[in-house]
């Protein structure tokens, strides 16, 4: 591996073979006074399509390097001068093109009047990636990360919370670009947390380059941050008011920067305080007996996140920043359970299992980050990062168990238990990525060296006359470390219409798991693992013209079981029910190809195909009991023989009119999910699902905007042997700009058919369930928010923000 990583570092450091041009110039006014920071954007002379966006120094100068030869013109513009525009450059390779200064008629209208109102377009369709702008949706405000995910093209959260993309839920969830360690159940407490005024962005890439970490068959995740860029002292305040089924729910956040030439500091906060309602009811049929659990719980929390950062700006070239935040949170819940219990076929309850579960709940999430970025005109660019995260959690389960007569309410069993939980996640990773010119293309070289390690205590207790009495053979710790080390190559290169994209990664993982404290020790109780595998990626595209893109792509990726899924001890759902990880547990690795069509940049169609091997997913199974014992379940995870997906997926976002505003998606996929494991115990499971989502914006006379949105899916495959129905949801929202357009006033009503219920229904291994669940979906928000800063450069920052996030997209 040390090997591979040095090879890697030796060609990203070998100097561009190949010469490339540059474009140069500065912006001037006709009294010849430089204009600072004007727009300049790069366009090729046969069809005026954009090449690449920049913005001009605070001399007025602006550079485009890394050219390949053509014809091109550049367009500049700047708050208060009319718009300029080049004649046509000619470049050879390797010339140097330095241009006269531009001249820009300064416009009769002073720079007090101008108001410049760019909104990015909600959802964007771009070759590598989907991006939808959470700050371009009006309802956005005032929910959580995971209901804008359930609200994201091709993106479905199923019962468990787990993130299914396109059918497949092996997705990776980054964080500004950085995975998070956490497994699918604290992630979606995160996720819970991370409010939609803390987040900038959410990209969806299904076919990631060699750059990204292997892990994830579905693809990627990355939930962009909010970082202010503007110029000056800016910030933004927010307050909403939710209002569900029971109860309110409040929050709020603060964003501060201050940028100058030389430096930028940047902070958030938000917080959120709720009580949260939401049910779910287990029906099943075991040996003879029925079982027919409802229960509702209660959850109490106040939430806290922040984030503190700075960047240097060094010269010209070099960036240095530093990144820190945090996220608090402490709940307090309560669940009322009632499982009536009886014998079939006459349906007769004979008992009544009364479990007032209640709870409580700490949970610190930090990370400080490390970075350095280096950017010349000729096209080389290097970053470092370097994070050191961690991840505190403690919780408390009083879980009594009180079996009565159903008639006369007459106890006739008692089983109290407690139930103490630890988790220590300590994360560290060093990464470097470097690009170059080379051989009339860029190539691409990096590498990543990663260490997580996770403590997980689970004390046990029997609850005897008030007194909680340790229970030993209940009682475990469980150890878990993961190093993986990386390091990938890749090269892209343009010809005539032909672009070609070749990449490979390679990642050595060892794993260890140790079950410590468990009084019988078994096989499970500690599994070591260590192996190397290569990750290959390819893309072909082809610009037939210009209206018409096809590309095919390639890729190679592995899912690797998390901690919560390895720890091989039983922990208790409830008396008759109980989970437990798989010590056993192997990756499982998906080859997945992808064939896709745009047209005129907005309509895009994509067909692909995945197979997964050793296709992991949760199993609900019963357990062999004993003569006059009652019959329980569990939940586990397993390894299936493979899934295969096909899928066909559209996506365009178009105008019917300049006031009305509409993006569609719509996916199909086609999912089989086939494995044996004995014992008369099979699963040949396969749907054909269908998915819409459909958002529209209309502008209003009068500073007044409406959006209406929606989704839909139809019965699909969920945990490998559930069978759901079909699942949709909608949100209305309506917008009014105030205090000169400085502060908004929006009202969302999310779910008002309070459609968001799911229901699926398991036949296996002797075991039917028919399960079913919600929360309050249907809610009516109220949020008030007022941004802040300094008003005579107010245009101009918001012309360079969006420029540079133009830059972003396009590189």
Excluded: C
């Excluded at 046990?460 to 007194?467: A, C, E, R, S």
């Amino acid at each position: 591996m040390k090997k591979l990583l040095l090879f890697l570092l030796f060609i990203a450091a070998t100097p561009a073979f190949a010469q490339t041009a540059v474009i140069s110039g500065t912006a001037v006014s006709a009294s010849g006074q430089v204009i600072p920071f004007a727009t300049a954007a790069l366009r090729l002379a046969t069809d005026s399509s954009l090449v690449k966006a920049a913005v001009a120094g605070a001399d007025g100068a602006f550079v485009f390097a890394g050219l390949r030869t053509g014809s091109y013109q550049i367009g500049l513009t700047g708050v208060g001068y009319a718009a300029w525009t080049s004649k046509i450059v000619t470049l050879t390779d390797g010339q140097t093109a330095v241009l006269p200064p531009a001249v820009l008629t300064e416009t009769a209208q002073s720079l007090a009047e101008v108001s410049v109102k760019a909104t990015k377009p909600l959802v964007e369709v771009l070759p590598d990636k989907l991006v939808l702008n959470v700050q371009s949706s009006i309802t956005a405000l005032g929910s959580s990360a995971i209901e804008l995910l359930q609200k994201a093209p091709g993106v479905l959260i199923d019962p468990n919370d787990n993130i299914i993309l396109q059918g497949k839920n092996g997705v990776r969830v980054f964080i500004d670009g950085k995975p998070s360690p956490l497994g699918p159940a604290d992630l979606a407490i995160y996720l819970r947390t991370l409010q939609a005024t803390d987040i900038d962005a959410i990209e969806i890439i299904t076919q990631p380059s060699a750059r990204f970490d292997a892990q994830g068959n579905a693809g990627i995740i990355n939930i962009r941050l909010k970082k202010n860029k503007n110029f000056g002292t800016n910030g933004s305040a927010t307050l909403g008011l939710a209002m569900g089924k029971y109860y309110p729910k409040y929050n709020g956040s603060v964003s501060l920067n201050n940028r100058t030439k030389k430096t930028n500091l940047f902070a958030t906060y938000s917080q959120r305080n709720a009580r949260d309602w939401s049910f779910i009811n287990l029906y099943r049929e075991q040996s003879g007996q029925f079982f027919d659990q409802r229960s509702e719980t209660t959850t109490w929390s106040a939430a806290h996140n922040a984030r503190l950062g700075a960047d240097w700006f060094l010269n010209r070239f070099s960036t240095l920043g530093v990144l820190l935040d945090g996220t608090f949170r402490d709940a307090t819940g309560s669940t009322l359970g009632r499982t009536p219990i009886g014998t079939l076929p006459d349906r007769t309850a004979t008992q009544l299992l009364i479990a007032n579960n209640s709870n409580t709940s700490n949970r610190v999430n930090g990370n400080a980050n490390l970075n350095y970025r280096f950017a010349d005109t000729s096209g080389h660019e290097l970053t470092v990062d370097a994070d050191l995260g961690s991840f505190r959690s403690t919780g408390s389960n009083y879980q009594p168990n009180r079996y009565v007569n159903p008639e006369t309410n007459a106890l006739l069993l008692e089983r109290n238990y407690r139930m103490n939980t630890a988790t220590d996640i300590t994360l560290r990773t060093l990464k470097a990525d470097y690009s170059q010119p080379l051989w009339g293309g860029k190539l691409s070289a990096g590498f990543k060296l990663s260490s997580v390690q996770t403590d997980n205590a689970f004390d046990f207790y029997d609850v005897q006359n008030g007194q909680d009495v340790l229970n030993r053979n209940q009682t475990n710790r469980f150890v878990y470390t993961e190093n993986v080390n990386a390091g990938y190559g890749s090269f892209e290169k343009t010809k005539g219409k032909w672009q070609t994209q070749i990449g490979l990664r390679l990642e050595h993982t060892h794993s260890d798991g140790q079950l410590i404290g468990a009084i019988e020790q078994t096989a499970d109780s500690r599994v070591t693992r260590r192996y190397l595998n290569a990750f290959p990626s390819a893309g072909l595209t082809w610009n037939r013209n210009e209206s018409n893109t096809f590309s095919l792509n390639y890729s190679r990726r592995i899912d690797r079981p998390t901690y919560e899924s390895l720890n091989p001890f039983e922990s208790k759902l409830d008396e008759l029910t109980y989970q437990k990880g798989n010590a056993f547990l192997r990756p499982q690795y998906t080859n997945t190809w992808q064939l896709s069509h745009t047209y005129k940049y907005k309509l895009t169609t994509s067909l692909s195909y995945s197979d997964t091997q050793d296709y992991f997913t949760s199993i609900t199974d019963t357990v062999a009991t004993a003569p006059g014992e009652r019959p329980r379940n569990f939940i586990t995870t397993r390894n299936l023989a493979s899934q295969q997906v096909v899928s066909l997926a559209v996506s365009y976002p178009f105008n019917i009119a300049k006031w009305w505003n509409v993006y569609l998606n719509v996916s199909a996929y086609h999912s089989a999910n086939r494995a044996n494991f004995g014992d008369g115990k099979t699963i040949g499971l396969a749907a054909n699902v269908l998915s819409l989502y459909a958002q529209q914006t209309i502008t209003l006379p009068g500073a007044w905007r409406l959006e209406v949105s929606g989704y839909y899916t139809s019965p699909s495959i969920w945990g490998g042997t559930f069978q759901n129905r079909r699942y949709w949801g909608s949100t209305v929202g309506l917008q009014r700009k105030v205090l000169r357009e400085r502060g908004s006033v929006v009202l969302t009503v999310s779910d008002p058919f309070n459609s968001q219920r799911w229901r699926g229904i398991s036949q296996f291994g002797g075991l039917y369930m028919d399960a079913s669940g919600g929360y309050e979906s249907r809610q009516v928000r109220l949020n008030v928010t007022y941004n802040f800063g300094s008003k005579q450069i107010k245009a101009a920052r918001q012309r360079k923000t969006g420029l540079e996030d133009e830059k972003n997209r396009i590189n």
